[in-house]
């Protein structure tokens, strides 16, 4: 192997890793940016009292209609 062959090996190499550490960098970002998306979420509804209350009232619906089902 030549030496210009050797440097292209190690450029190509260089490139990848780069290319790889970019990537890596915005899913990172990705990451934290669907983090910030699911608190948002999280505080809009799990913390709001009525939003329960309503989410309870449904899941009794839910088991009413069911059981009614099962009896017919």
Excluded: C, G
């Excluded at 940016?33 to 509804?45: H, K, M």
Aim: zero cysteines; proline letters at 1%; glycine letters at 0%.
């Amino acid at each position: 192997m030549s030496e210009s062959e050797i440097a292209m090996l190690i450029n190509v190499h260089q490139l990848r890793e780069r290319k790889y550490q970019k990537q890596k960098y915005i899913d990172q970002t990705e990451m934290k940016s669907e983090r910030a998306r699911q608190s948002l979420f999280y505080q809009t509804t799990y913390y709001n009292p009525l939003w329960l209350k309503q989410r309870q009232l449904r899941n009794v619906e839910y088991h009413n209609q069911e059981f009614h089902s099962f009896l017919l």
